[in-house]
């Protein structure tokens, strides 16, 4: 007998969590379900799919080629059901983003339009750093990826769908508010509070300052860019973020936009796919809808205070 659906659903969460337990949580089953049907999966395919070393779980070479296959069979499966509501004339199904964690700001505006127009849709989001977006886009894990540049050494389709400059950021009352075209040396002196490693804005941020031969002076990391604004409002740096942060700071906010020679930088948000994947009807729909109107809700959201 063939794999079922089902037990290649629940093998593939437990992949991707490398835990009975946590795919258990995902799936609102029970843990010795999830095992069960990995076991009887493994029965049938007569090859053990995970091996554990130490404490991790791991996929063995059976489990990898397992993988591949079933999630080529379950996009299918999806493929067919939305192809079958496309005859219907209905765009209905599933769509998943995965994005980056800065496209928060203009993103879920977007979707609730797209949703409004198309109501039958279900959308499974998920909000990540630029590091987890490109191994998930490696993986084929998502219908679109929403990334603040574009992917590298990926092989991937990517469109330029709005602007997504970086701007340095500082407390109101800071001593660099109000000069003009300060220098980035002078910028790479204060202290800085940086994302994450993995993140897409600090690796731009750090590209910028290191292609000048400066390192930015690390007070402080943080994986949040609200985080972020508040430590500066706080006082404990400078920050580089993406303008789009700035979109409920309103002019008279406590943060102000240093004018810094080579800022804003200008970047793109990017919509990317894997070549070669055939997109759903509803992906498709979603990537005009995004092409249409990113632009338009960057900038509506983008109320950045001008610099000082
Ligand atoms: P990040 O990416 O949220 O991973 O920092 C955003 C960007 O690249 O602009």
């Given at each position: ?43 049938r ?21 397992t ?30 983003l ?28 998920m ?10 886009l490696?993986?084929?894990e ?12 990926l ?21 660099l ?10 910028v ?39 985080a ?7 006082g ?16 008279t ?14 970047r ?15 992906a ?25």
């Amino acid at each position: 007998m063939p794999a079922s659906l089902r037990q290649l659903r629940v093998f593939l969460a437990v992949a991707r969590h490398e835990s009975y337990t946590r795919a258990a949580e995902e799936l609102h089953l029970t843990q010795p379900a999830v095992f069960a049907q990995v076991k009887q999966l493994e029965d049938r395919l007569g090859h053990p799919l995970f091996e554990r070393i130490g404490k991790k779980m791991f996929l063995t070479e059976a489990g990898k080629v397992t993988a591949q296959g079933a999630r080529e069979s379950l996009d299918a499966v999806e493929r067919m059901h939305m192809r079958l509501a496309d005859m219907r004339g209905l765009r209905q199904g599933k769509l998943n983003l995965a994005i980056v964690s800065t496209a928060q700001y203009f993103l879920p505006r977007l979707l609730g339009s797209f949703c409004d127009a198309n109501p039958g849709i279900e959308v499974a989001l998920m909000v990540t750093n630029r590091q987890t977006v490109l191994e998930r886009l490696s993986r084929n894990e998502d219908d679109l990826c929403i990334l603040g540049t574009p992917p590298e050494g990926l092989d991937v389709i990517a469109t330029a769908i709005a602007d997504n400059p970086l701007v340095i950021l500082a407390r109101h009352d800071h001593p660099l508010v109000g000069s003009r075209n300060i220098p980035p040396e002078r910028v790479a002196r204060e202290p800085f509070v940086l994302r994450e490693p993995g993140s897409g804005t600090r690796l731009a941020a750090e590209r910028f300052f290191r292609a000048r031969g400066l390192t930015l002076p690390m007070r402080m990391e943080l994986g949040s860019n609200e985080a972020i604004k508040q430590a500066v409002i706080g006082g404990l740096g400078l920050a580089a973020l993406s303008r789009d942060t700035l979109a409920l700071e309103g002019q008279t906010g406590q943060l102000k936009v240093l004018d810094v020679d080579g800022f804003p930088l200008l970047r793109q948000w990017q919509v990317a796919y894997p070549r070669g994947k055939h997109l759903s009807v509803v992906a498709q729909a979603f990537l005009d809808h995004l092409v249409a109107h990113a632009q338009q809700a960057v900038e509506s959201g983008a109320r950045a205070p001008a610099p000082a």
